[in-house]
């Protein structure tokens, strides 16, 4: 994102995450949930964890957003494997996109995608990485100017 658009690209920003807190309150009052250890501090990190990937201008994971993500990780994916992967977060619907919704549903529910196990692996490798590596990268969102 080139500096001069900058500002416009933080109000996007600021406007997602609001869209995306209040689909957390909605999972919170969940009763599906409700038995869910943790939830609000889980919401919280699926919440910046989604806000990691480009996101579409209609704040979803579209199929670059994701191949670029799996690339910073290291995973470099075909397209077929892209779409299977998108397929199974979003239920074998032919949606070439990933919702906020779609995310927690994959993050919280029993199926095991591909995505979240890359995800959860991703995660736990990071905690461990901050414990011995001194200062962390930057290289979130919430460290740009």
Not at 26 to 31: E, G, K, R, T, W
Not at 64 to 75: D, I, P, S
Not at 96 to 108: E, G, P, W
Not at 109 to 133: C, P, S, V
């Amino acid at each position: 994102v080139s500096q001069h658009c900058g500002k416009a690209y933080g109000f996007l920003k600021s406007q997602q995450e609001d869209k995306l807190s209040s689909i957390n309150e909605a999972f919170l009052s969940d009763p599906q949930y409700a038995e869910e250890e943790d939830l609000a501090s889980k919401l919280e990190m699926f919440k910046k964890k989604y806000m990691e990937f480009d996101l579409n201008d209609k704040g979803e994971i579209d199929i670059m957003g994701l191949k670029r993500m799996l690339e910073k990780l290291g995973l470099a994916k075909t397209h077929l494997e892209l779409k299977k992967m998108m397929s199974e977060v979003v239920g074998g619907t032919s949606k070439d996109t990933i919702s906020y919704n779609d995310f927690l549903d994959m993050m919280l529910g029993k199926r095991n995608a591909i995505l979240k196990l890359i995800l959860m692996f991703e995660g736990m490798g990071k905690e461990q990485e901050q414990k011995d590596a001194g200062p962390p990268s930057r290289k979130t969102f919430s460290d740009l100017p």
